[in-house]
């Protein structure tokens, strides 16, 4: 705002040890999964990186990180799926198809309310349901949990972006005699595609994330990746550095759509909250 | 969070009313058909779920053959509920550990967004660093901490010893255990703070600044009487949706501390995981559920208030 008043160096220097503060424990964390337990403990500023971390958590017969892994991504894009699809749905028919404004009101104060309820609160629920119609130990069970979670979020969003479709375009449509799925598929969605875009990768992370209820509704088969690092922490002796090293893989999805899709991120982030 | 709402409600409904071409079967046939999914997701499993809560609240559960045998135990869940130290402790942590924890944030965010917003080469660089933490799982956050603060070898003792001070065993003694969580809560979601703050910074109208620096406004000046005063909108959104994440904290805690040493970390959550999961106590449990729920629906209903408070003023 007032960059030429001020000599913006002093700013930089500050914001240069903020950004420290935020990356060394994360970069630490990592340099320890290239470590050896004893290079860890004995603290060498200098060490030889080594792979066995890695290899034991990815290949070793004992551990299921693999399989977690694979776990993640199928409950994480099926649950994205869903949740945006529905929440796409909702708020375009909240906003457009004349809902009187009472079930709008009541329905997203209800979302409000239960966005604001820790899942602890729920899971248990979620259980005994899950466990009554045998969907317990079940991807299906987690991945409508995740949606369902993720759903108020996704419905806001959403409703932002909906809003922001210029009301004349659906009108002129209208008079040229197409239907209401007409009008969501050409006209609306190709409008909002980068608002679908920011909602589904948020809705990923955010179920990728995801612990409480994950713990909650699987077994060693259906374990979500959080579950399984959370694992290495109950041990009786620790494995630090292979637990460096999950969670160093457990980063990944965050790493890649920081580099490919920050721009994203931000909107659905600002957006969410501020509009 | 609070704003979404009044974005949802069909404004002006009357445009298209003079020409009537929407109304019909079809319609009401599409409406439905794209508000029933969200509609029956969130009743299925948000309602009938907390439903299911309440009447368990006044039941005994056991399970036996994976069928459940319930007992009635009228309030005795309730009254159990007053005189559970486990439970007074986990509700004055929580909130101790939310407000401390978001009032950090809500300071630090602040200035790292106004300090972002006054520099003209590097935003994105910055932005890019500082919302890392806010992708990162909650319990990977919990095991990078977990290493960090380990009495040992953590980086944070290691700092210590090189300035001089004896190490000290953060998690495990009770007086630092919750102030431990709560900065790494603090690091965790600065970030986030930041995000909405700096995103709040770059929409304020610009061409009050300049008329303040013709006015020869010193930079406290124009912090206290201009930017905070426009600012106050999107720092009341921002208190509220932390406030409200804050609440439900457990993963850092389930891996850092699991509630203890004795119950200095012992939070809503955590406690009530233990009582459904670890101690078995459905009914038990579930009052503790509604209370907690009945406790959030409270918040909400003041948070509510205050906003139309501050509004009608302002």
Known sequence: MNGRTRSPVPLHIVLAICAAIVIAPIVWTVAAGFRTQISLLMGEVLFTPVWSN???VLWSKTSDFLLNYRNSIIVGVLS????????????FSLNRLRWPSWVAHIFLAWTMIFHMIPPVALASAWFSMARTVGLEN????LILAHATLNLPMAIWLMAVFVREVPKELEEAAIMDGASTPRVLWHVILPLITPGVAATSILTFIFSWNEFAVALTLTMKQTATVPVAIAKFAQD??????????SAALAMLPALIVLLVAQRYIVKGLTQGAVK | MTASQASLTPARPGVRDSHKVMEGDGQRLWRWLTFGPALAMMVALTVLPIANL?????????????????????LTHYEALFSDQLFSAGL??????????????????FAMALAVSKITHGRVFYRAIFILPILIPGIVIGAIWKLMLNFDFGLINKALGLVGLMP??????????????????????????????????????????????????????ELWYITLPLMIPTIIVTFAFRLVLAFKVFDEVYLLTSGGPGTS?????????QRFFTEDKAGYGSAMSVAVIFLVALLLVIALSARRRTGATS
């Open chain 1, 54 to 56: 890695f290899s034991e």
């Open chain 1, 80 to 91: 994205t799926i869903l949740c945006v699809v529905v929440a796409t749905l909702c708020a």
């Open chain 1, 138 to 141: 079940t991807f299906t069970g």
């Open chain 1, 236 to 245: 009786f002796e620790i494995q630090y550095t292979q637990m460096a090293a």
């Open chain 2, 54 to 74: 309440f009447l368990t609240s006044f039941q005994n559960v056991t399970w036996a053959d994976g069928k459940p045998t319930r007992t009635w135990a009228g």
């Open chain 2, 92 to 109: 004055w942590n929580t909130l101790v550990f939310a407000f401390a924890a978001v009032a950090g944030q809500m300071v630090l965010g």
């Open chain 2, 168 to 221: 000290h065993d953060w998690l495990g003694s009770s007086e630092t255990a919750l102030l431990s969580v709560i900065i790494v809560d603090i690091w965790h979601w600065t970030p986030f703070c930041f995000l909405l703050f700096l995103a709040g910074l770059e929409t304020l109208p610009q061409d009050v600044f300049e008329a303040a620096k013709m006015d020869g406004a010193s930079a406290w000046q």
């Open chain 2, 265 to 273: 970390t012992e939070v809503l959550s955590f406690t009530l995981y």
